[in-house]
């Protein structure tokens, strides 16, 4: 049941056409929020954009790329103006065996999972309001070891320290602004679920059924409504902070 505890905010979402970002953006419209949608595939941008109705924006953009996220902070800016609420949540994993990760690569993880963060925000910062919240899409992966996937685990950890950062941050402080990281454990979404083959879907629903605590996986809406919390003022007093959502995974 809708308590619209976003009505009349704007929120801005990378990653918001796919998996967490779309559900999330759901929920966000059924609070009273419009929405800005970000990603690069222009088909299912626009497929969400109808889905999501009212007065969503959806921006192809790459956020690997400065001059993408500033030109997205340029048309939201002349759009609405302002930015209440800001999802840093697009992200990839692809883990190549290490002996053939090459720089390109390694550039190609960080430059979507870090630099992408941090320019999304440093970007939209000029167009936050007073007592704006910021959410970053950390893991569960930034505090556990993940054998075969060295690259995902530090870009992880690396979005769980800007948000510590950027939350100390005396600007930040001083504008009310608050920033905060969720971290999914295993979430079934286009990025867990479209595995190259049958038997690798298989070996992670295994790893689940083995590992997670709860023995199961979790699903965006679990993860939504921690964004949700988030982003409205029920979370007032909180930022720096972090919000696991992966079934006891991180605990173990
Ligand atoms: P998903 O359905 O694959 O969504 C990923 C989103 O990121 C898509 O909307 C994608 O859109 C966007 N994206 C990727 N690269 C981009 C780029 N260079 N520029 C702009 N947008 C880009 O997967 P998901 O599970 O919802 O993942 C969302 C976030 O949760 C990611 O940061 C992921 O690392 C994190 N996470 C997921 C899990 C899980 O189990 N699912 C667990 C922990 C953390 P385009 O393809 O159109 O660009």
């Not at 302002?82 to 990760?101: K, V, Y």
């Not at 083995?210 to 993860?223: F, H, I, L, N």
């Amino acid at each position: 049941m809708s308590t619209l505890k976003l009505k009349h905010k704007v929120a801005v979402i990378t990653g918001g056409n796919s998996g967490i970002g779309l559900v999330t953006a759901h929920l966000f419209r059924e609070e009273g929020a419009s929405v800005v949608i970000i990603g690069r595939n222009e088909e299912t941008l626009e497929r969400a954009r109808r889905e999501l109705g009212g007065d969503t924006l959806a921006i192809q953009a790459d956020v690997s790329r400065l001059d993408d996220i500033q030109r997205v902070m340029r048309q939201v800016g002349d759009h609405f103006g302002r930015i209440d609420i800001l999802f840093a949540n697009a992200g990839i994993s692809e883990c190549p065996p290490i002996q053939e990760t090459d720089d390109a690569f390694f550039d190609h993880i960080m430059g979507i999972n870090v630099k992408g963060v941090f320019f999304a925000f440093t970007q939209a910062l000029p167009l936050l309001t007073q007592d704006a919240s910021v959410i970053f899409t950390s893991s569960v992966a930034h505090e556990r070891g993940r054998p075969g996937d060295p690259l995902y685990s530090a870009s992880k950890a690396a979005v769980r320290s800007l948000a510590r950062t950027l939350a100390a941050d005396e600007e930040v402080l001083s504008r009310g602004i608050r920033v905060n990281v969720v971290s999914p454990g295993a979430i079934y979404t286009p990025l867990t679920a479209n595995q190259d083959t049958y038997a690798m879907l298989e070996a992670v629903n295994s790893y689940v059924a083995e590992t997670v605590p709860m023995k199961r996986w979790g699903q965006p809406e679990e993860v939504a409504r921690s964004v949700l919390f988030l982003a409205s003022s029920d979370s007032s007093y909180m930022t720096g902070g972090e919000i696991a959502i992966d079934g006891g995974l991180g605990q173990i």
